[in-house]
């Protein structure tokens, strides 16, 4: 369970963990201007955490504040990330491509698996960025693919099932290249960083 805390009083942020009544709990605790670092920090990176805690949690206890903070995380959440450049569309290809490759070429399972979760992350990251979408971390990935297209979802997570019940590498290799596709495909020939 998480929950937040705004405590005009405190002199900084500051998280902590405890269990009560039996559940893990994760306490984060801003005060007026702590929050808006972070969430400055969460929009930069393109994952909302604080933003989404606060627009889409249950409040406990009410203040005069809480409205316009709660407001204040809606709009970042329905805004999302800035769009990505030409350029990190490009230099994120190219490292796709760099991984793909590798999957392809490997025929080492143990490092399959790990190039594999590589790929997945990557190419989440991509569909989301590109489609100016909030990215996600661990139980997020699936959950911001969802909010995305929960079709492109079922398909991303079944294709990485399949080649991590049965070895089939094909059904990932396709998606990645049909992620690809409409940015110009996989990038290597002429890929080049200053």
């Given at each position: 369970m998480d929950i937040v805390?705004?405590?005009?009083?405190?002199?900084?942020?500051?998280?902590?963990?405890?269990?009560?009544?039996?559940?893990?709990?994760?306490?984060?605790?801003h005060n007026l201007q702590s929050y808006q670092l972070f969430f400055e920090s969460d929009v930069k990176r393109a994952r909302p955490s604080l933003p989404r805690m606060v627009a889409e949690g249950?409040?406990?206890?009410?203040?005069?504040?809480l409205?316009?903070?709660?407001?204040?995380?809606?709009?970042?959440?329905?805004?999302?990330?800035?769009?990505?450049?030409?350029?990190?569309?490009?230099f994120k290809r190219y490292f796709i491509t760099d991984t793909l490759d590798d999957f392809i070429g490997s025929n080492n399972d143990a490092?399959?698996?790990?190039?594999?979760?590589?790929?997945a992350?990557?190419?989440?990251?991509?569909?989301?960025?590109?489609?100016k979408r909030w990215v996600g971390k661990s139980k997020w990935?699936?959950?911001?693919?969802?909010?995305?297209?929960?079709?492109?979802?079922g398909k991303f997570v079944e294709a990485f099932s399949q080649y991590y019940r049965n070895g089939n590498k094909?059904?990932?290799?396709?998606?990645?290249?049909?992620?690809?596709?409409?940015?110009?495909?996989?990038l290597f020939d002429g890929f080049s960083v200053e």
């Open positions: 805390i705004f405590d005009k009083d405190i002199p900084s942020a500051y998280r902590e963990s405890v269990i009560a009544f039996g559940w893990p709990i994760e306490v984060f605790v249950t409040v406990i206890k009410k203040s005069d504040y409205p316009k903070l709660i407001n204040e995380a809606k709009r970042i959440i329905e805004l999302g990330p800035e769009v990505w450049t030409k350029k990190e569309i490009e490092e399959e698996l790990i190039i594999a979760g590589t790929l992350e990557q190419l989440q990251e991509f569909v989301l960025r590109t489609n990935v699936v959950r911001e693919l969802n909010h995305y297209d929960p079709v492109f979802s094909e059904i990932v290799v396709e998606m990645a290249e049909r992620v690809l596709k409409p940015y110009g495909g996989k």
